[in-house]
């Protein structure tokens, strides 16, 4: 139990376009999902937390409006990278944490974004 | 973030060796631990998470944790190829997660 999903699983897009990136909790309600980002050969670093229904809280050094998270239900939620630059180019890794569990967080496999 | 510090490597060590990672932490508020494994273009994979003083073992996997000292290391028996990744020491103390750096571990067949 406890999978979580990413789509997708890589994107190439072309510098000013919008990419989202959807992160889903399959045989758990998440109620807690977070967003991190990882730069080649670095650790990862979280960028967001959002709560279904609640806004993201952004981590300090991060655009809430370059990178719009939506927690729409208890299983879904989309990072959307607007005005993408390739500096944006990056390993963006989702996870999700479910009721009882107040430390562990189950990681989605990832998806690349590459903007050109 | 709390500050998360991890021996700088790679390691490199034979197979069939022992594999030792540590990792220290600045808050000492932090009350759960975590051992990820890495693989090069893949998303973290847990091995283990300790929340109280001392070992705990699974399998080849032993973590220790001394909260005193505000250090956790892992250990890796009979280490393996496929042993090798990288490994992300994680903290929290509320329900965001500060990772390490990471080692890279290298298992020489």
């Known amino acids: 139990g406890a999978v979580v999903s990413q789509h997708p699983s890589w994107v190439i897009c072309k510098s000013g376009t919008s990419v989202k990136i959807e992160c889903r909790s399959l045989?758990?309600?998440?109620?807690?999902m977070f967003w991190y980002r990882q730069f080649p050969k670095q650790s990862l670093m979280l960028m967001a937390t959002?709560?279904?229904?609640?806004?993201?809280?952004?981590e300090q050094g991060v655009e809430k409006d370059k990178f719009l998270i939506n927690h729409a239900s208890l299983t879904l939620s989309t990072l959307t990278v607007t005005s993408a630059h390739p500096e944006d180019s990056s390993f963006y890794i989702c996870?999700?944490?479910?009721?009882?569990?107040?430390?562990?967080?189950?990681f989605g496999p990832g998806t690349r974004l590459t903007v050109t | 973030q709390k500050e998360v510090e991890q021996n700088s490597g790679p390691l490199s060590v034979p197979e069939g060796a022992i594999a030792s990672l540590n990792c220290t932490y600045s808050d000492r508020g932090s009350q759960s631990f975590f051992w990820y494994r890495q693989y090069s273009g893949k998303s973290p994979e847990l091995i283990m998470f300790?929340?109280?003083?001392g070992d705990k073992e699974d399998g080849r996997f032993t973590a220790q944790l001394n909260k005193a000292s505000q250090y956790v290391s892992l250990l890796i028996r009979d280490s393996q190829p496929s042993d090798s990744a990288t490994y992300l020491c994680?903290?929290?103390?509320?329900?965001?997660?500060?990772f390490g750096a990471g080692t890279t571990v290298t298992v020489r067949a």
């Open positions: 300790i929340y109280s003083n």
């Open positions: 994680a903290v929290t103390g509320d329900y965001k997660l500060s």
């Open positions: 996870s999700a944490s479910r009721q009882g569990d107040t430390y562990e967080q189950y």
């Open positions: 045989d758990f309600q998440a109620t807690t």
């Open positions: 959002s709560n279904e229904g609640s806004k993201a809280t952004y």
